[in-house]
């Protein structure tokens, strides 16, 4: 490519031209302030002169960039670690321990590695939850793509440690913002009803509220969590968090496998959004699929997200949309149950909407997040349907180039630096594994 | 690549150096026969004078080429034409009537697609079910690729159209005898319980036996089958068949969802090849899914498949090898069950076994159907489990190499003839929707 660098990771004015929006051909301008400033046909016409950059789309499908809406990206470290196991053997003699020898560059070697995947993959924001977060900041800082970032609030029922978690959850929300980064933001990450005690969920509602930031928690996973809440709170989970104020228009709640139709009905009345995480319900045998439809009925925004690399084991959303749709299908006994429409939404423009970076859709003012997948790969060979051919036939795979907040970050499967983010983040795990066994 | 073409689709020696294979460093020489000749540390020292090609692995991940059990390649001309359908809406107003305008030119296309995708994603072999089979013939051949191929019997309880059907059923196997191609091979194609009477299926049974040609069939997929056929013959489907001799160690029975204990046992029994379908199953809403963990008990050889491309919609095995790992720990409620090594042995070995090319090992001895997975991509760091990688992160883009029967098919992505596959498929479908909308 040899000055083509010069292109990546830079403001420009960017013409696309011939890809096919909404199934129609069309042209994409993107102005120097990174938002979409013309879309249509004819539109390479009047924008040629004036852009930096011209990027021949060859009839590509453009899409607004993925949103995951739910991983831990620095476990991209712990990829194929651990599988096959039950859920409790698997966090305390796998994950667990070899999380303890976890360093802040492994942190940021891993969440350089999950956004080079994603970026691969056609995802241009995530929602993440994890620790040593100042290190995950730096690793999405260089990366270039949209994160929200929170630290895993975990106090155990103990006064002194909530104290400790409610610093590190401010320490994060101040960095972030002093940072002035758009494409950064931060989040309360209260971890579960299992691991938080009320007064940590109210206090992070409480903070979430003040700094007007989000609220990122896992919800109602296993059938055990709502047993056990109901026996130690005597109602169930999402009640609880509705007494804590933690059921907020500006909330994530990831997994919602087990919820009722009255946490359904509670969720959408709040406005929460609640991320599917279908390719790890699988793999831990959840044993119930998140109730889309009746969330959809009641209002709640519907999004999609990975999980982490340890229990998925990978990032990429078009798998996740594809696995989303069999997965509704399968358990609520439906072929006609989320629709291909209804997952790429999922992906797309609610999952930006949950993350508050604007519409996911392909539209004049919108900020510039834009992939473009090939057509001439034969999962989109005959084109009867793209949609269906986005959701059931490709996997990221497809995805040749990526653009996030006016920047290119992939271009025709070229992305720079890319070597230097596997190698380290290969070493980085290496060296991790290596200090776990001579503990 | 200019005269790089020269080294495609033709029959030589080749050292492939530098791979890893069952997790160790190792060398691969092919003779010109198409038979590993020899695998380890070192044969690259002792053969590299021998060699006619040498492909430098660059240490990239060897396997047996992957076997597609159950498919029905030409439906690839009908990917994404519909879907979220109910399963006999989706088949009498969408399928069979776009079916029902297909050439011998449009088989002959959608299966060079398919084979092509299946080439891509490391599949060297498949075993197909269609109609104007001699087109399908044609196309395995140029493509390069192994398949056993079937005409799909269908009697509808008719003794004219049964005597039809036997003859489309021999034509094909003496059409595939007359071309004396090992890669090629027959078998009876009776398509199932409800659309073959007793007749057709002993008559099937009868033939494969004489013909020594193996037998592929669908069963049990939905409940409706089951509860039919006890209705109409006061037995279970796998008794049914077991009746008619259609259960022997070279049939192929997909599907096999709603099987009960007893017929576990009896398929076992038989030594029945069973092809599980999980994307098709979850896709189409089977509601139950294949019992692998008693079909392994019952020692029957349990293999994977994609089915065809309208119910799927893709044909990457590396997708359903993580599937059918994550439906069945789901579906049984038991994270332990199908774990990563079970699933690519069901992509690998069993199916090799099942269709009757080799070992599916990648020993001295075996045919050389070999595939290379790259190493310096995302999916494969960091490199913990080999087999974990290959089966819960990987897609088939991550194959770079694709050898079969000792012919190198795809060489670090190349596909010599792609694009003219990609544009002749696309054609005869947009063709196809044009007559059958004219009609």
């Given at each position: 490519m040899g000055d083509m660098d010069n292109i990546f990771n830079k403001r420009q004015s960017i013409l696309i031209a011939n890809v096919m929006v909404d199934g129609k051909p069309a042209d994409i301008f993107v102005n120097d302030g990174g938002t979409l400033a013309a879309v249509g046909e004819g539109v390479r016409g009047q924008y040629k002169g004036e852009a930096d950059l011209v990027i021949d789309g060859d009839e590509a499908i453009a899409l607004p960039g993925l949103a995951n809406t739910h991983t831990h990206a620095a476990m991209s470290l712990l990829r194929g670690y651990a599988d096959d196991m039950i859920l409790q053997d698997w966090l305390s003699q796998k994950i667990w321990p070899l999380e303890a020898h976890l360093t802040g560059s492994d942190v940021y070697w891993g969440t350089r590695l999950a956004c080079l995947e994603m970026i691969r993959t056609g995802t241009t924001a995530f929602n993440d939850m994890y620790f040593m977060m100042d290190e995950a900041v730096r690793a999405v800082d260089e990366s270039g793509i949209r994160a929200v970032l929170s630290y895993g609030f975990i106090?155990?029922?103990?006064a002194e440690k909530r104290e400790a978690e409610c610093k590190a959850t401010e320490k994060l929300a101040f960095q972030i913002r002093s940072m002035n980064n758009p494409r950064i933001k931060a989040a309360a990450g209260p971890h579960a009803i299992y691991t938080v005690s009320p007064e940590g969920l109210t206090w992070c509602a409480e903070f979430a509220k003040e700094q007007k930031i989000a609220i990122h928690i896992h919800l109602s996973e296993t059938e055990k969590e709502i047993n056990d809440c109901i026996a130690q709170h005597g109602k169930r989970p999402a009640a609880l968090l509705d007494d804590c104020g933690i059921l907020t228009p500006n909330t994530i709640a990831a997994h919602c496998c087990w919820l009722d139709d009255a946490e359904c009905a509670l969720l959408g009345k709040r406005g929460v959004s609640v991320s599917h995480n279908p390719a790890s319900n699988m793999k831990l045998a959840t044993n119930r699929a998140m109730p889309v439809r009746q969330l959809m009925a009641a209002g709640a925004n519907t999004c999609l997200g990975t999980d982490g690399c340890a229990s998925n084991n990978n990032l990429d959303m078009f798998e996740e949309m594809k696995t989303a749709a069999l997965l509704q299908k399968f358990f609520w006994n439906d072929p006609t149950v989320l629709p291909a429409p209804a997952a790429l939404a999922m992906a797309t423009s609610n999952g930006a909407k949950a993350l508050g970076f604007g519409t996911g859709t392909l539209t004049v003012g919108a900020p510039a997040d834009i992939v473009l997948i090939s057509v001439s790969t034969a999962c989109n060979?005959?084109?009867?349907?793209v949609t269906s051919n986005l959701v059931y036939s490709c996997s990221g795979s497809a995805v040749e180039t990526t653009i996030c907040d006016g920047r290119v970050l992939m271009l025709n499967r070229e992305i720079p630096g890319e070597d230097e983010i596997l190698t380290g983040a290969a070493q980085a795990a290496r060296e991790l594994v290596s200090r776990s066994q001579s503990a």
């Open positions: 106090d155990l029922f103990n060979i005959p084109l009867h349907n």
